[in-house]
C-alpha cells in the first residue's frame, strides 16, 4: 500500500425510519440528515432503498399520483443540493419511459445527475417486486466528484453478475442501498454474501439498511462497510437511528475506508426481542394510536406482551385489563396484578361471570340436551375480545392480541376472542421461546426501552404450567404435547418444509406428527384472520407461508 492518500471522501450513512406513504415526512428526513452531515464536512449522503417512499410500498407504489409524488419531491431535493452542500444518494420509485423502477438516484449540483435501477428483483418470501418494478438493465458506475461509484441495489449483491458488471466497467467504490428485513441470524448471511462480493469483485464495499417497523416487517440496520481486504472498519448497531460519516482515502491500490465506530450487534433472543419492541412501536406510533389495551391473564404470553408494549411506548401508553371468570384462579389473580405493579402500566379488572351466564342462558333453549363442550370455553374467550373491543372503541387504544405461534400453529386460539387485536408481538414466537424472552427480560433490556429496569415477570408465571382457564384444572397440555416436542415437530414443518417421514426418522412419534401436521394443516383459516405482528423467523404466518383455504392434500395420504 502507498503511504500517503491522493484524494478524500467523506461518505455519511442515514441509516433510518422512513414511514411509507409519508413523501413530505421522508423529505424532511433527508434535509435533517443532509443538514447534519453537511455539518460534518460530508461529502455524500448515503440513504436506504426506496427511502422516499418508505419500504416496502407494496401497490402504493401503482398509484400514478404517488409516481408523480415522488418525483416533484425528488426534484425539489435534487434542486436543493445546488447550495454547494453534500449530494445524495436516494432511493425512490421513478419512471422513465413509461416504466416504474426501484431506482437509486444521485442528487448533485442542482440536478438529478445519474439514475440506476435495481435488476435483480426478488419474488421470494417477503418480496413481490417483479409485480411492481421493472427489472433495470446492467449498471455501469456513477461519475461523483472523481470517483466512479458502483450502486447495486440490495438484492443486487445477492449473486455475483451485478457486482461483476461495475467492476468490469470501473467502479472504485460500491454504495449499496438497502431495505433488508430483520429475521433471526440475518446479519450473518448478509455479511457472508457482502465478503463474497468483496473477495470477487477486490472492491471495497458499503452496505447501508433502513431501520425500522412496517406493518410486519422489521428492518434492523446494522449497516457497515467492509474494506477490499474484507477488514470491518465500520459497525454500525442495528435497531437504532444513526447518520454516520465515514473517511475514504484513495491509494495507489484503491479505496480504503478508515477506521471508526465498530458497534456490537444484538443476536438471537436479544435481537428477537428488540424487533418485537420496535416492530410494536413504530405500528402504534406511525398508525396514531395513542396507546395500547391488553388482556393480563396472570400468563406468560400476556406478561411478556405487556413487557413488549411497555419497553415500546412506556407504562403510562399501556392499560392491562384482568377479566376472571368463575375459571380464574386466585393465583392468576395474583401474577396478573404482580406483572401489572412491576411494569408500572395501569391495571383494571373486568369481571366476566355475569356476563357468561347471560350468554349461557341466552343460548340455553337451543343448546337443550347437550353437554358442556369448547363451545361454552370460547363464549369466554369472545366475551373477552369483546369487552377489550369495547375499551379500544371507546378510548381509542389498540387491543394488542398475544397469542404466539405455536398456538397460531395448532389452532389453540379462539377466532374473536383472545384472537382480537390490531397487534401481536409474539406471533411469530414458538411457546418456548416466550419462556426465554421473558428469563431474558428479567435479566436485560435492549436500549432506548422505555420500561423499568430488572425482573418485571414473576417467578411463578415462568414455572406454573401454562393454561387458558377456561373450564376446572385445565393445562395446555391436555390438548397439545409438552411444548418443547410441539416446537421442534412445527420448526420443522413450518421453517423447513421436512417430510414427515423425516421428522420421524428425527425421532418423533408418527402418530404425533401426524396429528400435529393435521392441525397445522386444519387451522390455515384461523391464520388468515390473525392480527399482523412481527416477523422474526424464517416462515412467518402470512407474507412467507401462503397456503390454500381449501386445501385437501394430506402428506402421505
Same mark, same amino acid.
Given at each position: 500500500?502507498?503511504?500517503?492518500?491522493?484524494?478524500?471522501?467523506?461518505?455519511?450513512?442515514?441509516?433510518?425510519?422512513?414511514?411509507?406513504?409519508?413523501?413530505?415526512?421522508?423529505? =424532511?428526513?433527508?434535509?435533517?440528515? =443532509?443538514?447534519?452531515?453537511?455539518?460534518?464536512?460530508?461529502?455524500?449522503?448515503?440513504?436506504?432503498?426506496?427511502?422516499?417512499?418508505?419500504?416496502?410500498?407494496?401497490?402504493?407504489?401503482?398509484?400514478?399520483?404517488?409516481?408523480?409524488?415522488?418525483?416533484?419531491?425528488?426534484?425539489?431535493?435534487?434542486?436543493?443540493?445546488?447550495?454547494?452542500?453534500?449530494?445524495?444518494?436516494?432511493?425512490?420509485? &421513478?419512471?422513465? !419511459?413509461?416504466?416504474?423502477?426501484?431506482?437509486?438516484?444521485?442528487?448533485?449540483?442542482?440536478?438529478?445527475?445519474?439514475?440506476?435501477?435495481?435488476?435483480?428483483?426478488?419474488? *421470494?418470501?417477503?418480496?413481490?417486486?417483479?409485480?411492481?418494478?421493472?427489472?433495470?438493465?446492467?449498471?455501469? $458506475?456513477?461519475?461523483?466528484?472523481?470517483?466512479?461509484?458502483?450502486?447495486?441495489?440490495?438484492?443486487?449483491? &445477492?449473486?455475483?453478475?451485478?457486482?461483476?458488471?461495475?467492476?468490469?466497467?470501473?467502479?472504485?467504490?460500491?454504495?449499496?442501498?438497502?431495505?433488508?428485513?430483520?429475521?433471526?441470524?440475518?446479519?450473518?448471511? =448478509?455479511?457472508?454474501?457482502?465478503?463474497?462480493?468483496?473477495?470477487?469483485?477486490?472492491?471495497?464495499?458499503?452496505?447501508?439498511?433502513?431501520?425500522?417497523?412496517?406493518?410486519?416487517?422489521?428492518?434492523?440496520?446494522?449497516?457497515?462497510?467492509?474494506?477490499? !481486504?474484507?477488514?470491518? $472498519?465500520?459497525?454500525? $448497531?442495528?435497531?437504532?437511528?444513526?447518520?454516520?460519516? +465515514?473517511? #475514504?482515502?484513495?491509494?495507489?491500490?484503491? #479505496?480504503?475506508?478508515?477506521?471508526?465506530?465498530?458497534?456490537?450487534?444484538?443476536?438471537?433472543?436479544?435481537?428477537?426481542?428488540?424487533?418485537?419492541?420496535?416492530?410494536?412501536?413504530?405500528?402504534?406510533?406511525?398508525?396514531?394510536?395513542?396507546?395500547?389495551?391488553?388482556?393480563?391473564?396472570?400468563?406468560?404470553?400476556?406478561?411478556?406482551?405487556?413487557?413488549?408494549?411497555?419497553?415500546?411506548?412506556?407504562?403510562?401508553?399501556?392499560?392491562?385489563?384482568?377479566?376472571?371468570?368463575?375459571?380464574?384462579?386466585?393465583?392468576?389473580?395474583?401474577? %396478573?396484578? %404482580?406483572?401489572?405493579?412491576?411494569?408500572?402500566?395501569?391495571?383494571?379488572?373486568?369481571?366476566?361471570?355475569?356476563?357468561?351466564?347471560?350468554?349461557?342462558?341466552?343460548?340455553?333453549?337451543?343448546?337443550?340436551?347437550?353437554?358442556?363442550?369448547?363451545?361454552?370455553?370460547?363464549?369466554?374467550?369472545?366475551?373477552?375480545?369483546?369487552?377489550?373491543?369495547?375499551?379500544?372503541?371507546?378510548?381509542?387504544?389498540?387491543?394488542?392480541?398475544?397469542?404466539?405461534?405455536?398456538?397460531?400453529?395448532?389452532?389453540?386460539?379462539?377466532? *374473536?376472542?383472545?384472537?382480537?387485536?390490531?397487534?401481536?408481538?409474539?406471533?411469530?414466537?414458538?411457546? +418456548?421461546?416466550?419462556?426465554?424472552?421473558?428469563?431474558?427480560?428479567?435479566? &436485560?433490556?435492549?436500549?432506548?426501552?422505555?420500561?423499568?429496569?430488572?425482573?418485571?415477570?414473576?417467578?411463578?408465571?415462568?414455572?406454573?404450567?401454562?393454561?387458558?382457564?377456561?373450564?376446572?384444572?385445565?393445562?395446555?397440555?391436555?390438548?397439545?404435547?409438552?411444548?418443547?416436542?410441539?416446537?421442534?415437530?412445527?420448526?420443522?414443518?413450518?421453517?423447513?418444509?421436512?417430510?414427515?417421514?423425516?421428522?420421524?426418522?428425527?425421532?418423533?412419534?408418527?402418530?404425533?406428527?401426524?396429528?400435529?401436521?393435521?392441525?397445522?394443516?386444519?387451522?390455515?383459516?384461523?391464520?388468515?384472520?390473525?392480527?399482523?405482528?412481527?416477523?422474526?423467523?424464517?416462515?412467518?404466518?402470512?407474507?412467507?407461508?401462503?397456503?390454500?383455504?381449501?386445501?385437501?392434500?394430506?402428506?402421505?395420504?
Amino acid at each position: 500500500m502507498s503511504s500517503t492518500p491522493a484524494d478524500q471522501l467523506l461518505i455519511a450513512f442515514a441509516q433510518l425510519n422512513p414511514v411509507v406513504g409519508d413523501i413530505a415526512g421522508n423529505m =424532511r428526513r433527508v434535509r435533517e440528515a =443532509r443538514a447534519l452531515a453537511g455539518g460534518q464536512g460530508a461529502d455524500l449522503v448515503v440513504f436506504t432503498e426506496l427511502f422516499l417512499a418508505g419500504y416496502p410500498p407494496e401497490d402504493l407504489v401503482l398509484k400514478p399520483a404517488f409516481q408523480a409524488a415522488c418525483r416533484r419531491a425528488v426534484e425539489e431535493l435534487a434542486a436543493e443540493t445546488a447550495d454547494g452542500g453534500p449530494a445524495l444518494l436516494l432511493g425512490a420509485p &421513478w419512471v422513465e !419511459d413509461g416504466r416504474l423502477y426501484n431506482a437509486a438516484l444521485l442528487l448533485d449540483g442542482g440536478a438529478v445527475a445519474a439514475t440506476r435501477f435495481k435488476v435483480d428483483l426478488p419474488t *421470494y418470501g417477503v418480496f413481490d417486486e417483479k409485480r411492481l418494478f421493472t427489472p433495470g438493465p446492467m449498471p455501469g $458506475p456513477m461519475a461523483f466528484r472523481g470517483v466512479r461509484l458502483g450502486v447495486p441495489v440490495c438484492e443486487d449483491i &445477492w449473486s455475483p453478475d451485478v457486482v461483476e458488471c461495475l467492476m468490469e466497467t470501473g467502479a472504485e467504490i460500491l454504495l449499496i442501498p438497502n431495505g433488508s428485513p430483520y429475521r433471526r441470524d440475518v446479519q450473518d448471511a =448478509r455479511l457472508n454474501v457482502a465478503v463474497a462480493r468483496v473477495v470477487e469483485s477486490g472492491l471495497p464495499l458499503a452496505y447501508v439498511n433502513a431501520v425500522g417497523g412496517q406493518d410486519e416487517l422489521v428492518f434492523d440496520g446494522g449497516s457497515f462497510v467492509l474494506n477490499a !481486504d474484507r477488514s470491518l $472498519p465500520v459497525q454500525l $448497531p442495528n435497531f437504532q437511528e444513526r447518520v454516520r460519516i +465515514t473517511r #475514504w482515502e484513495r491509494w495507489a491500490d484503491g #479505496w480504503r475506508c478508515e477506521e471508526g465506530a465498530r458497534a456490537p450487534l444484538l443476536a438471537g433472543d436479544e435481537a428477537d426481542y428488540a424487533a418485537c419492541v420496535l416492530g410494536l412501536r413504530d405500528y402504534v406510533e406511525k398508525n396514531g394510536f395513542p396507546g395500547v389495551v391488553l388482556g393480563l391473564s396472570g400468563g406468560i404470553d400476556s406478561a411478556l406482551a405487556a413487557a413488549m408494549a411497555v419497553d415500546a411506548l412506556g407504562p403510562a401508553r399501556v392499560h392491562g385489563v384482568m377479566l376472571p371468570s368463575r375459571f380464574t384462579s386466585d393465583e392468576s389473580l395474583a401474577d %396478573a396484578a %404482580a406483572v401489572a405493579q412491576a411494569l408500572g402500566l395501569r391495571y383494571d379488572i373486568l369481571p366476566i361471570g355475569q356476563a357468561v351466564e347471560a350468554l349461557e342462558q341466552g343460548l340455553a333453549p337451543l343448546f337443550a340436551g347437550r353437554g358442556r363442550d369448547v363451545t361454552e370455553e370460547n363464549l369466554q374467550s369472545r366475551l373477552r375480545g369483546t369487552l377489550l373491543m369495547a375499551l379500544s372503541n371507546k378510548f381509542g387504544a389498540m387491543v394488542v392480541t398475544t397469542g404466539n405461534k405455536s398456538e397460531m400453529a395448532t389452532g389453540y386460539a379462539t377466532l *374473536y376472542g383472545d384472537m382480537n387485536g390490531g397487534f401481536n408481538p409474539l406471533k411469530d414466537l414458538y411457546k +418456548t421461546q416466550v419462556f426465554r424472552l421473558c428469563a431474558l427480560r428479567n435479566r &436485560w433490556k435492549p436500549a432506548g426501552a422505555l420500561g423499568p429496569d430488572g425482573a418485571v415477570i414473576p417467578d411463578n408465571i415462568l414455572t406454573k404450567p401454562p393454561t387458558a382457564e377456561l373450564r376446572e384444572n385445565q393445562t395446555d397440555q391436555d390438548s397439545l404435547p409438552p411444548y418443547e416436542v410441539l416446537d421442534a415437530i412445527l420448526e420443522r414443518l413450518v421453517e423447513r418444509e421436512m417430510p414427515l417421514d423425516a421428522i420421524i426418522t428425527d425421532g418423533f412419534e408418527p402418530a404425533l406428527v401426524a396429528r400435529v401436521e393435521r392441525l397445522l394443516t386444519l387451522a390455515e383459516y384461523k391464520r388468515r384472520q390473525a392480527a399482523p405482528g412481527v416477523k422474526v423467523t424464517a416462515r412467518h404466518f402470512g407474507r412467507d407461508r401462503r397456503y390454500p383455504l381449501t386445501n385437501r392434500f394430506r402428506e402421505g395420504a
